[in-house]
């Protein structure tokens, strides 16, 4: 068996919507009712992740989701909250809007690279509620996830 694999000198100071590495994506408060239908979503709400200060100031960079506790099989986000067939789905707006899948490895979750310049970058997402089965109850909705940043 081969074993391979490759450290930088790359990094950046991190900082998602003004707050810092450990931030904060508030969806807004919504009736169950627009969840109603399999497959529904709703309340998409935007975020960035800004990178200043990159050493070096070039090349590229794309965030990847770490699978853990909250990762369910279809991709999404478990909620911890009390709402009932609701989860949390992240989106990529790098890459008009695609669907992150967070169960998958590096590369294959849509979560696309942008260029660093200047010693700069900012990579746009998106959370959403998401309704696999419908029907979804009222209550609070709340989850997390762990994001590491890939320089290339």
Known sequence: MTINGQL????????GNGQGNNFTVTLPTLSAKELAAAGSTAGATAFNIALSNCTPNTGNVHAF????????ADGNLKNNGGASNVEVQLLDYNAGQKVIDVSKADLAQNSQSVAISSGSASLQFAAQYISPTGSAGPGSVT?????????Q
Not at 8 to 15: E, G, H, K, P
Not at 65 to 72: A, C, K, R, S
Not at 143 to 151: A, C, K, L, Q
Request: proline residues 0%; charged residues 10%.
């Open 8 to 15: 930088t000198a790359n990094t950046c100071d991190v900082s």
């Open 65 to 72: 989701w770490e699978y853990g506790v909250n990762t369910l």
């Open 143 to 151: 989850t997390d996830v762990t994001y590491s940043m890939v320089y």
